[in-house]
C-alpha cells in the first residue's frame, strides 16, 4: 500500500493526539492515505524496514509535537533527541532530507503543535541544523477542539 500522509510523533509525549489526528484524517481521506506506525505495522512485520520505507514514499510528513517532544528523557536521563538513533530524530532527519530535494520538491514537512508544545530550540543552537525549520509551526492542535483545528 502506498501512504501520501506519515505522522511522527513521540509516544511519550502526544501518542493520543497523534492517535486522533490520525483518525480524523482516516475519516476525512480514507484509511489508506494515512500512515500511524502502530495501526499499520503488523505483529512480525520489521518494524524499522517498514518505518524507513513507508516514510520515504509519503509526500507528507505531520510531525506531532507535544510540550515534552524536545525534553524527553531515555533510561539513561539524556534527551532521547539527541541520540542519532531515536526515531522521532530519524524520521525528522529523513523528512527534511526529502523536503530538500530536487526530486521531492513536492513533498512537505509539516509541524504540528500540540497542548502549547512552544519554541523548540533557540535559533543560535546550531547543532540541530535540520530542526531550525520546526520552530515556525504551521499548525496547531488544541485537545478541547482537536476537529475543528483538523476541518480549519
Not at 50 to 64: G, I, P, Q, W, Y
Not at 69 to 85: V, Y
Not at 128 to 135: I, K, P
Request: net charge positive; aromatic share 8%; glycine share 6%.
Amino acid at each position: 500500500m502506498h501512504y501520501r500522509i506519515f505522522l511522527s510523533y513521540r509516544r511519550s509525549d502526544a501518542a493520543a493526539q497523534a492517535g486522533r489526528l490520525f483518525d480524523s484524517l482516516k475519516s476525512s481521506l480514507g484509511k489508506s492515505i494515512v500512515f500511524q506506525d502502530v495501526e499499520e505495522i503488523k505483529p512480525g512485520e520489521k518494524w524499522a524496514d517498514r518505518l524507513e520505507k513507508t516514510l520515504l514514499e509519503c509526500s507528507v510528513v505531520l510531525a506531532v509535537i507535544g510540550p515534552d517532544w524536545l525534553s524527553a528523557k531515555d533510561e539513561h536521563h539524556r534527551r532521547r533527541i539527541d541520540d542519532e538513533a531515536d526515531w522521532v530524530r530519524k524520521e525528522i532527519e529523513t523528512a527534511r532530507k526529502i523536503t530538500s530535494s530536487p526530486e521531492t520538491k513536492k513533498s512537505l514537512l509539516i509541524p504540528i503543535l500540540v497542548e502549547n508544545g512552544g519554541r523548540l530550540w533557540p535559533a543560535r543552537d546550531k547543532s540541530y541544523a535540520n530542526f531550525q525549520s520546526l520552530n515556525k509551526p504551521t499548525f496547531s492542535l488544541g485537545h478541547s477542539g482537536i476537529k475543528k483545528d483538523i476541518q480549519d
